[in-house]
């Protein structure tokens, strides 16, 4: 079996399920500003900590910009050897500084040559080319480029070196080169997207790796201080978690038992109804419910503020600031315009293997729609998400507003059929009041009540009332209640 190497970035050695084969040939390609350098330095530093020799063969950067790349990392290159290829008078053997980059008026040939004498005196066991744009210029002629690149793969095979070269596109009229994937043991590509609002998105692409095993499709990666991030696409059958599948409650009697005493363990919940009715509490209150018990509990809030969140909490009588202060809750702000739904999705997994957390709530889908712009690819990276979060036993429940108030209100996204739970709120007229009323739509872990009950989210916290039967027009979305005023929660007045 052939070793690995580690390329120095833990999320890209997950895709490849330990790194890259040893002593083969790796092309990594990308338009500018994809990431395709910074990539390519952190496989250097990784042989340098490893005690391995490394070159950087460059063609497109002076050394002095490639030390500027490395210092806004904070990355050390002082153990990396730099090899930029000056002149045609240095080819020669003049003695002058390598200072200015005039790879253009070399011939092919002798550019191959210097790479090859930099090799035999280094000896280095990891080698980056960069790029190959400037050799595609150089030949003028596809046949010619290919035959210099096979010459150059030749070169290589036999002397235990790893070698990636770093491919920009910018000669080839910014499309891939199908030939050179042919001559490459394997194939990285790095994309950068613009969106029409907010940051642009990268993703990578493990194209081919001969004999090997990878995690295909995208994956979303970001580039911060330190250099590449990369989050692996979240494939749920490959996290598993034994757990027991019990109840889980809302402390609050009339609440569970609309759900047939609670959500069971590794199941979701949808919460959804018009602005208002009190779908953000429903949740706060499990997880108020949760953190009371010690579980551990995570918030992600993509539209209102947490200042807002944590002040309306209190007023209704939940202390989420003492299980913030305590560590149990976490409350995290998302902006939409900034996270990609891969980074979404890897913090919810470090929540809940680093953290163990039981109990997720998402507010809402609407703001987590933003952070993707394909609807159909949100369905599919959602249920993903779902599905892994029901295989580590987490309770997780999805706020999801629907439009208008009143009347036939719809909603931006369905997930009604990947959830297994859908609790339902509404407003409904009674004794010239506008008044809640929640019910429960479906219940995939077991039995629930098909009653429809009032709902009062004031200055006592959280109520459920009796189930109410008198009700005209339900299915039309403007619900009435004629029966007798018994059943109702009063005491509107109270703070």
Same mark, same amino acid.
């Given at each position: 079996?052939?070793?690995?190497?580690?390329?120095?970035?833990?999320?890209?050695?997950? /895709?490849? %399920?330990?790194?890259?084969?040893?002593?083969?040939?790796?092309?990594?390609?990308?338009?500018?500003?994809?990431? +395709?350098?910074? !990539?390519?330095?952190?496989?250097?530093?990784?042989?340098?900590?490893?005690?391995?020799?490394?070159?950087?063969?460059?063609?497109?950067?002076?050394?002095?910009?490639?030390?500027?790349?490395? =210092?806004?990392?904070?990355?050390?290159?002082?153990?990396?050897?730099?090899?930029?290829?000056?002149?045609?008078?240095?080819? #020669?053997?003049?003695?002058?500084?390598?200072?200015?980059?005039?790879?253009?008026?070399?011939?092919?040939?002798?550019?191959?040559?210097?790479?090859?004498?930099?090799?035999?005196?280094?000896?280095?066991?990891?080698?980056?080319?960069?790029?190959?744009?400037?050799?595609?210029?150089?030949?003028?002629?596809?046949?010619? &480029?290919?035959?210099?690149?096979?010459?150059? +793969?030749?070169?290589?095979?036999?002397?235990?070196?790893?070698?990636?070269?770093?491919?920009? !596109?910018?000669?080839? =009229?910014?499309?891939?080169?199908?030939?050179?994937?042919?001559?490459?043991?394997?194939?990285?590509?790095?994309?950068?997207?613009?969106?029409?609002?907010?940051?642009?998105?990268?993703?990578?692409?493990?194209?081919?790796?001969?004999?090997?095993?990878?995690?295909? *499709? &995208?994956?979303?990666?970001? @580039?911060?201080?330190?250099?590449?991030?990369?989050?692996?696409?979240?494939?749920?059958?490959?996290?598993?978690?034994?757990?027991?599948?019990?109840?889980?409650?809302?402390? !609050?009697?009339?609440?569970?038992?609309?759900?047939?005493?609670?959500?069971?363990?590794?199941?979701?919940?949808?919460?959804?109804?018009?602005?208002?009715?009190?779908?953000?509490? /429903?949740?706060?209150?499990?997880?108020?419910?949760?953190?009371?018990?010690?579980?551990?509990?995570?918030? &992600?809030?993509?539209?209102?503020?947490?200042?807002?969140?944590?002040?309306?909490? +209190?007023? #209704?009588?939940?202390?989420?600031? =003492?299980?913030?202060?305590?560590?149990?809750?976490? /409350?995290?702000?998302?902006?939409?315009?900034?996270?990609?739904?891969?980074?979404?999705?890897?913090?919810?997994?470090?929540?809940?293997?680093?953290?163990?957390?039981?109990?997720?709530?998402?507010?809402?889908?609407?703001?987590?729609?933003?952070? #993707?712009?394909?609807?159909? %690819?949100?369905?599919?990276?959602?249920?993903?998400?779902?599905?892994?979060?029901?295989?580590?036993?987490?309770?997780?429940?999805?706020?999801?507003?629907?439009?208008?108030?009143?009347?036939? #209100?719809?909603?931006? @996204?369905? @997930?009604?059929?990947?959830?297994?739970?859908?609790?339902?709120?509404?407003?409904?007229?009674?004794?010239?009041?506008?008044? +809640?009323? @929640?019910?429960?739509?479906?219940?995939?872990? *077991?039995?629930?009540?098909?009653? /429809?009950? =009032?709902?009062?989210?004031?200055?006592?916290?959280?109520?459920?009332?009796?189930?109410?039967?008198?009700? %005209?027009?339900?299915?039309? *979305?403007?619900?009435?209640?004629?029966?007798?005023?018994?059943? !109702?929660?009063?005491?509107?007045?109270?703070?």
């Amino acid at each position: 079996m052939t070793p690995r190497v580690a390329t120095g970035n833990t999320g890209l050695d997950a /895709i490849l %399920h330990g790194g890259l084969p040893a002593d083969r040939l790796y092309l990594l390609e990308g338009a500018p500003g994809s990431g +395709k350098t910074t !990539l390519a330095l952190q496989f250097l530093l990784q042989g340098v900590a490893e005690g391995e020799a490394g070159l950087y063969v460059t063609l497109s950067e002076t050394a002095d910009e490639l030390r500027g790349v490395a =210092e806004s990392h904070g990355m050390d290159l002082s153990g990396i050897e730099l090899f930029e290829l000056a002149s045609v008078e240095d080819a #020669m053997g003049e003695n002058r500084e390598q200072s200015i980059l005039h790879p253009w008026e070399m011939e092919l040939s002798g550019t191959i040559r210097l790479i090859q004498a930099q090799v035999e005196r280094i000896k280095p066991r990891r080698v980056v080319f960069d790029s190959l744009s400037e050799m595609r210029l150089l030949a003028q002629d596809p046949l010619r &480029y290919r035959r210099q690149v096979l010459a150059l +793969k030749q070169f290589f095979a036999g002397r235990n070196i790893t070698v990636v070269l770093v491919d920009d !596109l910018t000669g080839n =009229e910014g499309q891939r080169d199908t030939h050179l994937h042919s001559l490459c043991h394997g194939v990285i590509t790095l994309e950068r997207l613009t969106l029409d609002f907010g940051a642009a998105r990268r993703r990578l692409q493990v194209q081919k790796l001969r004999g090997v095993d990878f995690v295909a *499709g &995208y994956h979303d990666f970001v @580039i911060r201080k330190g250099g590449l991030k990369v989050f692996p696409r979240l494939i749920a059958s490959e996290h598993h978690a034994a757990f027991v599948g019990e109840p889980v409650t809302s402390g !609050l009697r009339e609440l569970d038992a609309l759900l047939g005493g609670g959500p069971l363990r590794g199941t979701s919940t949808l919460i959804t109804g018009p602005a208002g009715t009190g779908k953000t509490t /429903i949740a706060l209150k499990f997880l108020d419910a949760a953190c009371e018990r010690g579980e551990r509990c995570v918030l &992600y809030q993509f539209d209102e503020r947490v200042g807002t969140l944590m002040a309306r909490a +209190k007023a #209704m009588g939940m202390v989420l600031d =003492e299980h913030v202060a305590s560590g149990c809750l976490r /409350i995290q702000q998302i902006d939409p315009a900034e996270v990609s739904p891969g980074e979404f999705a890897h913090m919810i997994l470090n929540e809940v293997e680093d953290r163990g957390v039981r109990m997720i709530a998402i507010d809402s889908l609407n703001g987590y729609l933003a952070a #993707m712009p394909q609807e159909d %690819h949100l369905i599919l990276q959602l249920h993903e998400l779902l599905s892994y979060l029901s295989q580590q036993g987490v309770v997780t429940f999805l706020i999801n507003p629907q439009h208008g108030l009143v009347g036939n #209100m719809t909603s931006t @996204i369905d @997930i009604s059929f990947i959830s297994d739970a859908v609790l339902l709120l509404r407003f409904f007229e009674a004794e010239g009041r506008l008044r +809640k009323a @929640i019910s429960v739509l479906k219940n995939r872990a *077991g039995p629930h009540e098909d009653a /429809i009950r =009032e709902l009062r989210v004031d200055g006592r916290g959280v109520r459920v009332g009796q189930p109410l039967t008198a009700f %005209h027009g339900v299915m039309t *979305g403007t619900p009435r209640y004629v029966g007798e005023q018994d059943p !109702l929660l009063e005491d509107r007045d109270l703070a």
